[in-house]
């Protein structure tokens, strides 16, 4: 991990928009824990499992094309995003590996693109597969579309009942402009410490996988665990897998802490814009939540929950400063947030302030902001808005 000085150095070369001085806020992107986590990944898995890091959602806050530049060089053979303007941004960028959609997709506009861009769509149901065929048909489009068929098999949400895979299956078979690359489909208790549902998921997966197969079909790869599966039982690992959150470096449960090293790669850092002193009895920020209970030291902090940081944790929530932990004071505005620095007289303008991430000893994870808000950590990640510049830092 660089340090300020160091990774300030980087920033600057990184940062179009602003000078790196001039920057109130922003998110750093740890890409040598990226690349760690991708490698540990890799060796976690059989060599013959292929590993699909899911960047959708702007790669979980962190930014979709450096991340996806970064896990390709270390070790992952595909991407997989929600929608198609996500898969498109990967191609402007140049990214040629194979990219999956993960959401659904139905118009022709959608259609057009996936066949111009060569993106890989995920087929829900028989109506979806024949409205894919029939546009295709009409625009006379050359070689057939890879497709990766979805069953629902507990999840109920995306895919065709499982009962019904090889009649599915046979449909998509048929079509002419429909080349079937997967069958898969995705676990909603991976991360459960009973794993009596994720065990009934993975029977009917393999029930359906065993009609298809009685049919004479072949499926060309499988796929069905996530980051808790891929953490939690080998046996779901199949042809591939599809990691998102431990790519990023977070668990998906504690209780998978011990399976692999991961390092968190997102870290936010702000400036302090302000300090003073503020006598017994005054109130702090909007509705006077905080009254200070005798002379204090405040920092105002040029962060606040425009740029991601809940407004629930108003009051709950530590920075750490110079290294050590102090509390933010006072209702979270949208653009700033106060934090008592008594214990650090000297602190200036212009000083660091870590949101989330490590400084010295002392580290804050957006775990810990997920528990404080009774929330899981994806929602954390993916709540920076665009207008924190990710500063990549090596």
């Known amino acids: 991990m660089l340090s300020h000085e160091q990774s300030s150095g980087v920033a600057a070369q990184q940062c179009d928009t602003y000078a790196w001085f001039s920057q109130r806020a922003w998110v750093e992107i740890d890409l040598a824990a990226l690349s760690h986590n991708v490698q540990q990944l890799r060796r976690f898995l059989s060599p013959r499992t292929q590993l699909m890091a899911v960047v959708k959602a702007d790669a979980y806050g962190h930014g979709s094309v450096t ?31 194979p990219i999956l959609i993960l959401g659904a997709t139905h118009t022709p506009e959608q259609i057009h693109a996936i066949a111009h861009w060569k ?46 895979a090889a009649e599915f ?28 549902v994720m065990k009934l ?17 072949k499926p060309p ?25 431990a790519v990023y470096g977070l668990y998906p449960a504690e209780h998978l802490r011990s399976c692999i090293d991961l390092q968190p790669v997102l870290q936010v850092r702000a400036r302090v814009t302000q300090v003073k002193t ?7 920020s909007y509705g006077h939540q905080f009254v200070a209970p005798h002379e204090l030291r405040i920092a105002v902090v040029g962060i606040g929950y425009a740029d991601g940081v809940p407004r629930n944790l108003s009051n709950k929530m530590q920075v750490i400063v110079r290294g050590q932990k102090v509390a933010q004071l006072g209702a979270i505005t949208m653009d700033q ?58």
């Open 221 to 245: 790869c499988l796929h069905l665990a996530n980051s808790a599966a891929a953490l939690s039982d080998k046996a779901l690992h199949y042809d591939m897998v599809r990691v998102g959150l």
């Open 169 to 196: 299956v046979q449909l998509v078979q048929r079509l002419p402009h429909l080349n079937i690359a997967s069958i898969y489909s995705h676990l909603a208790t991976a991360d459960s410490l009973d794993p009596a």
């Open 67 to 97: 991340v996806a530049q970064t896990v390709l060089q270390s070790g992952a053979s595909w991407l997989g995003v929600a929608t198609v303007p996500e898969g498109i941004q990967l191609r402007e960028a140049g990214i040629k590996a």
């Open 201 to 217: 998921q993975h029977q009917r997966f393999r029930e359906a996988i065993a009609q298809i197969k009685a049919l004479g079909i």
């Open 337 to 394: 947030l106060m934090i008592d620095v008594s214990a650090i007289p000297d602190l200036q303008e212009g000083e660091i302030v870590t949101l989330l991430g490590q400084e010295g000893k002392q580290q804050i994870s957006a775990d810990d902001w997920a528990n404080q808000l009774n929330t899981i950590s994806w929602e954390i990640l993916c709540g920076f808005k665009h207008r924190l510049p990710r500063v990549a830092v090596i």
């Open 119 to 164: 993106l890989q769509p995920t087929i829900c149901s028989p109506k979806q597969a024949l409205i894919f065929s029939d546009i295709l048909e009409a625009i006379n489009y050359s070689s057939p579309v890879p497709v990766h068929i979805k069953l629902d098999t507990g999840m109920s949400r995306l895919g065709t009942n499982w009962q019904q």
């Open 278 to 284: 503020i006598a017994a009895g005054t109130g702090v």
